[in-house]
């Protein structure tokens, strides 16, 4: 017996190829840091130090948008102002400081803080840094509220 015909699949007429979209931070830093997995189960990637930093030394800024009070916001990358405005860091290119991890729920300590002022926020060391360490900073009580 014959096998019968066989028909010629038709080519798609439009391909798609998936492209992720490329993640890129600003280092508005003069500290060798990396971001890496972070080393807090289930929090994804960390901000850590490739080189010892002493305490009470100035890293840099959190830079994002600003929004003002009430505009939509992600939440999880937004730090307010004493203006009660916000520095949102969601959206890519995404300050590489928006990578520190709050260490809350874990065995680690915070070495970090970020100062708040009218219109910017600076990140300080507040324990001495030793290459190769995680950086942390606590998000404060409102930030772990709702989640």
Known sequence: ???GKHRKRKKDKYSYEYI??????IYNTEFDL???ESKIKNSGMGLFSNMNISKNTYLGNYIGEIKKPGSFT???YAICLESNNLID???Y???IFAMINDSRFSNFIYNCDFKTFENHVEVW???DIKEGSELYCNYG???WEYR
């Open 141 to 143: 009580d409102k930030y």
């Open 20 to 25: 992720p979209p490329k993640v890129e931070y």
């Open 89 to 91: 860091a969601y959206n």
């Open 34 to 36: 990396c971001i890496k």
């Open 74 to 76: 992600c939440g999880i």
């Open 1 to 3: 017996m014959g096998r």
């Open 93 to 95: 290119p995404r300050c």
């Open 125 to 127: 060391t507040i324990e």
